[in-house]
C-alpha cells in the first residue's frame, strides 16, 4: 500500500527556500521526486500552489515551479475534496484538509495549528518518520 499525502502550501515554500539538505521539508520534497509516497491533490491547492509560489517575494524560478506542479499532476491523484463544516483560521486552509479527507491521505503541514485536530494531519518530520527518511 503506497503512502497517500497532500502537501501543504508552507512545506513547499519551507523546502524551496531550506539552506539545510536534511531538513525535513527537503527530504519531503525529494521523497515526492523520487515517488515514494503519492501526492494527492485537487484543483483548489494547484490555484493555492501557483498563487503562493508564484509571489515576488519568495524569488522562486518560474520553472522549478512549473516543473513542481507538472510532477504533481503527472505522479500525482487528482481527487474531489470532500466536505467539511469544520472552521479554519485561514479559508485558503481548507482545500487542503478537505482533498486530503477525501482521499484517506495524511496532509503535512508545518502549520499544525491551521488545522482541526485529526489524526492524519502530521507535521513534515512525522511524516518523515512515517516514510522512514
Request: proline share 7%; glycine share 6%.
Amino acid at each position: 500500500m503506497s503512502v497517500k499525502a497532500v502537501i501543504d502550501t508552507n512545506v513547499l515554500v519551507s523546502s524551496f527556500l531550506s539552506k539545510n539538505p536534511n531538513s525535513p521539508t527537503v527530504r519531503i520534497a525529494n521523497a515526492f521526486l523520487d515517488g515514494r509516497f503519492t501526492p494527492v491533490y485537487s484543483r483548489g491547492m494547484i490555484d493555492e500552489y501557483v498563487d503562493v509560489l508564484g509571489r515576488d517575494y519568495l524569488n522562486l524560478q518560474a520553472a522549478q515551479v512549473e516543473e513542481l506542479i507538472g510532477h504533481l499532476k503527472t505522479s500525482g491523484e487528482e481527487v474531489v475534496p470532500a466536505e467539511s463544516n469544520e472552521n479554519f483560521p485561514d479559508p485558503d486552509d481548507k482545500v487542503f484538509f478537505c482533498t486530503a479527507l477525501a482521499d484517506d491521505a495524511h496532509l503535512v503541514t508545518g502549520n499544525m495549528k491551521h488545522y482541526p485536530p485529526a489524526n492524519f494531519v502530521v507535521t513534515p518530520a512525522q511524516f518523515c518518520e512515517l516514510l522512514g527518511i
